[in-house]
């Protein structure tokens, strides 16, 4: 049986025990905020940057790992014994993420890599790093983990909405002006990530009814559901109550979002990840 090493980036949002104790290598993201360059950290460490974003009106810029921090981390696995890797990362059309995972199998010409673009972002990333996991110990083949997990990603869903516009505003995806007329409206944006890519699904009167919408596009069939926030544990913990009325056989989990994901959408940002 083959040794599989699984490996993944820092918008999975995976806990630090847990990534130690299933010993998955995760690879951060970066920011540059004002002067201040860092990693993308682990869930529990977030508090100061998203108090900064709320204190400034500064915008971070963040960018993918580099090939050479894939590479490193890729040769590393090989040196501990790991027979194989399976890298499982960030949609490929939100992050040249994927790219520089690409990048680093060429160069070690390592056939025992297997990089797969989840096309997902934050719990589902998460969910799809379990499943892995799991397979992995029940002495699942890369081959049959790759295909299971192509499988599970078609039929993952992810919505979002934000306390304000103006985050939007500030990562240029809107205007100011409609920003400035948005929030004056007390308009709240539905945001779906589908085919990998966010797309503005419509825009509702009341971040209220922008979660009712939310909760109304999950099937009775969910299976998992992963409540996502940028600083905001008291609304998720609200909406987990929702959840657990309405789709009583799903199991649910409240899950942070970091700088790179979560500076979009701003402190109290929120949504669903589900499958």
Known sequence: MS??????????????????KENITVVPLNYV?????????????????FNKLKATKLFPTTSQPSAGEFFDAFNKAFEEGYDEIIAILL???LSGTYNSAVLAKNMLENKRITIIDSQNAAANLKFLVEDAVEMGKEGKTSEE????????????????????????SRGGRLSAVQATVGNILNIKPLIELKDGELKLLEKLRGKNKAISAIVDKVPTTVDRIGICHALDEEYAEKLKCILEEKFPQAKLSIDELGPVIGAHLGPKGIGICFY
């Open 3 to 20: 040794k599989i090493k699984i490996i993944t980036d820092s918008t999975g949002y995976i806990t630090k025990e847990y990534a130690e």
């Open 33 to 49: 905020f004002g002067e201040e360059t860092g990693k993308e950290p682990f869930p529990g460490e977030f508090d100061d940057f």
């Open 91 to 93: 949609s490929s059309k």
């Open 145 to 168: 983990i790759e295909k299971h997990l192509n499988s599970k990603k078609m039929n993952m869903y992810v919505y979002l909405t934000t306390d304000t516009l103006e985050y939007l």
